[in-house]
């Protein structure tokens, strides 16, 4: 069964960093891309940052590009998003997903983890 496990949310001022994880586990993930998104109320989910699994390409939605930064860990089977110079903005849950390489359909969702940031 997979499984993606968040973790590293909660509540930061503006200018602030945090860093959130993705624990991965069920399956072998090197044919998948690993992606972020986020969801803030009242808005549509938002792709944030995506990274493939295989040869660590990345690519980022504009919105956060030169602020955030995700990476992989293959040992753990962990992927992160580290978050530089946060903004109101950036408040949403931030939700860890997967996709098979060259898709556009995506496989698996984590559960969430909320991300604020107060002015």
């Known amino acids: 069964q997979v499984q993606l496990v968040e973790s590293g949310g909660g509540m930061v001022q503006a200018g602030g960093s945090l860093r959130l994880s993705c624990a991965a586990s069920?399956?072998?993930?090197?044919?998948?891309?690993m992606d972020w998104f986020r969801q803030a109320p009242g808005k549509e989910r938002e792709f944030v940052a995506s990274?493939?699994?295989?040869?660590?390409?990345?690519y980022y939605g504009d919105s956060v590009k030169g602020r955030f930064t995700i990476s992989r860990d293959n040992i753990e089977n962990a992927v992160y998003l580290q978050m530089n110079s946060l903004k109101p903005e950036d408040t949403a849950v931030y939700y860890c997903?997967?996709?098979?390489?060259?898709?556009?359909?995506?496989?698996?969702w984590g559960q969430g983890t909320q991300v604020t940031v107060s002015s």
């Open positions: 069920g399956h072998t993930f090197t044919i998948y891309t």
């Open positions: 997903a997967a996709h098979r390489t060259g898709s556009s359909v995506v496989n698996y």
């Open positions: 990274i493939t699994w295989s040869d660590g390409s990345t």
